[in-house]
């Protein structure tokens, strides 16, 4: 008894990357991380604002997963920590997503998803969005797509902003309002610490806090984007983002202060070489040089703020 109960004091080691067995009609749907997010300006037309974002995503420690049954009805169940009350799932992304390639491919197989949320809501992590295009990877894997088939890309631009660079969840530049996707690139995975405070940031209205009008330039967007090409060395790759931004850091801190100060825990820990914001926030992410760096800081932040989502993790 008393060595059971000496184990039960050991806390249990923070993950930093586990790869629990995935079953067939089942995927993981990854956070998704912007390294750097360059503003350019906002476009004509849909009022988007173009974009230009080094975009990785996190271990299997931190995303949800999702499982599809086959069957005549397309239906949604969501369970997890981070699930929130029960209701109906119309419009989640996921069925969002599902309706859109419906509409593209005649007579589509559908069936019952099951969502496990863990990932937090409204958290410039692009949950849902991964959410949506895991959907549609299970979809097309269903109805015998390949994973390049262009219905799949048509609903996932239908389906958000966020969705398209999802779809195959590997680090690559993202531009224009994420419709246009550069070449998956092979980058050191980076040891890291995501941190989100428990305060969702939606999104439209931090791009609104910027204050720009339809067809106005970003004041900074004539500082290019670092180019990234062939760097696969971990330091090289940290000392070539650090010098980039996220436009949106900013006025998130407008609509939520915390977000400082979970830059500043992590700008606190031995070994964090950048602290920056994903997405339009409230996430931030620490790099480290080392996965036991990363570990070590994510604990000791963990133990310091009860209330905040805190994941050590492996960015590639
Ligand atoms: C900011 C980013 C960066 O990757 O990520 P998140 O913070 O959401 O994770 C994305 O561009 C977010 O993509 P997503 O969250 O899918 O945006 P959507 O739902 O399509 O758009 C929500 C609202 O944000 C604004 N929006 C979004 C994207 C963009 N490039 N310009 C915009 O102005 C628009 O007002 C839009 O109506
Ligand atoms: N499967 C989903 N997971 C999370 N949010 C979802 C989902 N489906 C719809 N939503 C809605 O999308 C918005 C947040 O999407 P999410 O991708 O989590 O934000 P972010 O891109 O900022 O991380 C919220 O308004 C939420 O209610």
């Known amino acids: 008894m008393r060595l059971w109960a000496r184990c039960r004091r050991v806390p249990r080691p923070l993950p930093v990357e586990r790869d629990a067995h995935v079953p067939a009609f089942a995927t993981r749907a990854p956070a998704k991380i912007n390294l750097t997010l360059h503003v350019l300006g906002r476009r004509p037309g849909d009022g988007y604002h173009a974009l230009e974002s080094l975009v990785v995503f996190a271990g299997s420690n931190a995303g949800d997963l999702l499982a599809l ?5 397309l239906d949604l169940t969501v369970t997890g920590p981070t699930a929130g009350p029960a209701g109906p799932t119309d419009d989640n992304l996921v069925m969002r997503a599902a309706r859109h390639l419906a509409a593209e491919i005649p007579n589509l197989k559908v069936g019952r998803f099951r969502l496990v949320k863990r990932l937090p809501v409204a958290a410039g992590i692009g949950g849902g969005s991964s959410d949506a295009a895991g959907a549609l ?47 998956a690139l092979t980058l050191a995975p980076l040891p890291a610490v995501l941190i989100n405070p428990g305060v969702p940031v939606e999104t439209a209205p931090v791009f609104r806090a910027l204050g720009l009008t339809v067809g106005e330039a970003h004041p900074l967007a004539a500082q290019a984007h670092p180019a990234l090409d062939g760097v696969e060395e971990r330091d090289a790759l940290i000392a070539r983002i650090l010098p980039a931004r996220n436009d949106l850091e900013a006025p998130a801190l407008t609509v939520a202060p915390v977000i400082g100060d979970t830059l500043a825990a992590l700008r606190d820990q031995p070994g964090c070489r950048l602290a920056r914001m994903s997405g339009s926030g409230a996430t931030v992410f620490g790099l480290f040089g080392h996965r036991s760096a990363a570990v070590a800081a994510a604990r000791a932040i963990a133990a310091a703020q009860a209330g905040w989502w805190v994941r050590a993790t492996l960015l590639r």
């Open 69 to 73: 049954e086959p069957g005549p009805v």
């Open 137 to 183: 990877r299970l979809l097309g894997r269903l109805n015998g797509l390949s994973p390049d088939h262009p219905a799949l890309m048509a609903a996932a631009r239908r389906t958000g902003a966020d969705v398209p660079v999802c779809l195959d969840p590997r680090a690559r530049m993202m531009r224009g309002a994420g419709e246009a996707l550069g070449p």
